[in-house]
């Protein structure tokens, strides 16, 4: 068996990268496209490896040379590179085709080396991977039948969105045995070639073969194998996340702070949505709107703090929108002066807006770092503040203080002139949530000094809208936000969730109750796992504690390398000192065995 590279190609997506090299040069984690892949092909003991090469193949051929492999290369010189396509670079290397198995590759790809094991090992002479397409996929898309034919090519404009579930995206890693490429796939290519010209891709040729009554070639389905094709400076970033190694894996996964649906294999512990809300049918509901959203502005902060208003019945002069949480936040704690007294560990997006100096800090004393509102009275009673900061349920412990606690903090603030920020985020989560809310009319307008911050992306499980809301009985801290924030701080999608949700609420009712009581069987399955010390919770995390063989680190890092899994190494939190707690979102039923699973195979 041997190999075919096609690296012909000037990759000009790829900017200044490219500008002197040809792309397989590019270097991810600090190793060439092409170094890796002939690392690869050398392992996996072929007679020989043929590249075909054109911008800058003198180069190139320089390198390869340099690598001194003990499989033989040799090279195909494509001379009009910069006005053919790669469907000549094949053109150019047919009479290697038919003298051997080839596995056929473009240079631009990076993949495991199970990628390469499984075509080399595949039942069928002939096949064409594939990979279970997804939304952030470009390229050549089939549909496949159950036999692992390829039944068709799908083109531009024959694609649809709401087909996708049955498309496959070729990975452009072929394997085609010599008799194929003599009696199908050369044939072909010459006559394709010779009607259409150079300027076409060699899947072209496929597409015309799969017409034949036995075109010979079968589909050869990836799981969750990593593979990544390298076109743009974007890809390239994502391909450094997918195969870095080890610690350097998990801070550039965690450094991204979302946008995991570039990596579809990852089970997502970290982040810290609903499992049970949007339901089907809002979400439905939605998608036959959003044409018309995105064509259209959003209304300005008046009317979305009305729908906001009307979301959380709280009047529209104690409230106002925000783009997340996150930008509120920024607002208020940057407007309100003096020092602020804060719990740690806890969500720091409040800390960090604030100079360290103007911090008061309290770490609780026990390992489950809990704590009432006795604690904080008897901390912060002495204290210079001007602002209490209180996560309830806190984030990452999951500690929880009822509305009767709240209130003593509530009436002792006012007494003293303190501002009270309470961020009930995850309330909803806690038992009895509702009814321990502070969102409420006549308890915000007799306490002025208090601030409520909700983040709708948790418990109603949204956070690509990225909305919140920020709601006071003191209209002038009101009156700033809404100045602060730009006039459309949220989009029509966001918007328009906001307007349909009372069509929904008694689902979300529902759905916070089934989320309670998964999260207890979770909790009970938990238990049972020896590495871990669970430290119970309110809201829709565990803290903890990571006893040996792991540390925080190594536990985290695990679960990524081992079952793509990702959870929240808190050892870096301020509070914590390095001591050794994870945090773990609750997911579904299906997500927290499959959890459970990975963390006692991990423990074997």
């Not at 390198?63 to 090279?75: A, D, G, M, Q, Y």
Request: glycine fraction near 6%; hydrophobic fraction near 40%; charged fraction near 25%.
């Amino acid at each position: 068996m041997q190999a075919i590279i096609l690296a012909a190609g000037m990759g000009k997506r790829l900017g200044e990268l490219t500008r002197e090299n040809t792309k397989c040069m590019i270097r991810v984690n600090g190793i060439t496209l092409i170094e890796r892949m002939l690392d690869q092909l050398e392992r996996s003991k072929l007679k020989r490896i043929i590249i075909v090469i054109g911008f800058e193949g003198e180069k190139l051929k320089e390198f390869v040379s340099s690598l001194n492999l003990s499989t033989p290369v040799e090279f195909v010189v494509n001379e009009v590179y910069y006005k053919t396509n790669n469907i000549y670079s094949l053109f150019l290397a047919k009479d290697k085709l038919r003298e051997d198995d080839t596995i056929l590759l473009e240079s631009d790809l990076i993949f495991e080396d199970s990628v390469l094991e499984k075509v080399i090992n595949a039942r069928h002479h002939s096949v064409a991977l594939v990979a279970k397409f997804e939304s952030w996929m470009d390229g050549t898309v089939v549909n496949i039948d159950g036999n692992d034919n390829i039944v068709r090519f799908i083109d531009r404009k024959q694609f649809r969105f709401e087909e996708i579930s049955s498309y496959y995206k070729t990975v452009n890693i072929y394997r085609f045995s010599k008799e194929f490429s003599t009696t199908h796939y050369i044939p072909f290519l010459e006559a394709y070639c010779k009607a259409l010209g150079n300027s076409e891709y060699y899947e072209q040729v496929l597409r015309v073969i799969i017409l034949l009554d036995k075109p010979e070639i079968k589909a050869l389905r990836l799981g969750n194998e990593h593979w990544y094709e390298i076109d743009d400076i974007l890809d390239l970033d994502n391909a450094e996340t997918v195969f870095a190694d080890g610690e350097e894996k998990t801070k550039r996964i965690q450094n991204r702070y979302g946008g995991y649906w570039r990596y579809p294999y990852l089970a997502d512990y970290c982040y810290l949505v609903n499992p049970y809300f949007p339901t089907p049918k809002l979400k439905a509901e939605i998608k036959a709107n959003l044409e018309r959203l995105m064509d259209n502005y959003p209304s300005g902060m008046h009317i979305n703090s009305l729908l906001a208003a009307r979301y959380f019945n709280i009047r529209r002069e104690y409230i106002s929108i925000g783009n997340g949480a996150a930008e509120l936040i920024k607002s208020i704690v940057g407007h309100l002066r003096g020092k602020m007294g804060v719990c740690y560990p806890s969500f720091e997006e409040y800390s960090n807006r604030k100079p360290k100096e103007e911090l008061v800090e309290f770490i609780p004393g026990n390992s489950d770092y809990s704590y009432t509102a006795d604690d904080l009275y008897g901390f912060f009673h002495d204290k210079e503040i001007s602002t209490l900061l209180l996560v309830n349920p806190d984030n990452p412990s999951g500690n929880f203080i009822p509305v009767n606690g709240l209130m003593h903090l509530l009436e002792w603030t006012r007494k003293k002139g303190i501002t009270l920020i309470v961020d009930e985020s995850f309330v909803d989560f806690a038992d009895n949530g509702e009814s321990n809310s502070l969102l409420n009319n006549e308890l915000i307008s007799d306490h002025p000094n208090l601030i409520v911050i909700r983040s709708i992306s948790k418990s109603y499980g949204v956070p690509g809208l990225r909305l919140g809301i920020l709601a006071s009985g003191n209209t002038e801290i009101i009156s700033f936000v809404k100045k602060d924030v730009a006039i459309w701080n949220i989009n029509s999608i966001a918007e328009f969730y906001l307007q349909i949700f009372g069509k929904y609420e008694s689902d979300y009712t529902t759905a916070c109750k089934t989320f309670i009581a998964e999260r207890s069987r979770f909790y009970n399955n938990l238990l049972k796992i020896p590495c871990l010390r669970v430290i119970p919770s309110q809201a829709n995390y565990f803290l903890c504690e990571v006893r040996p063989p792991f540390d925080s680190v190594s536990l985290t890092r695990q679960l990524l390398e081992k079952k793509d899994i990702l959870i929240k190494d808190c050892s870096t939190k301020k509070g914590f000192n390095g001591k050794s707690y994870v945090r773990i979102a609750v997911r579904d039923e299906e997500m927290n065995d499959r959890f459970c699973t990975a963390l006692l195979e991990l423990q074997k």
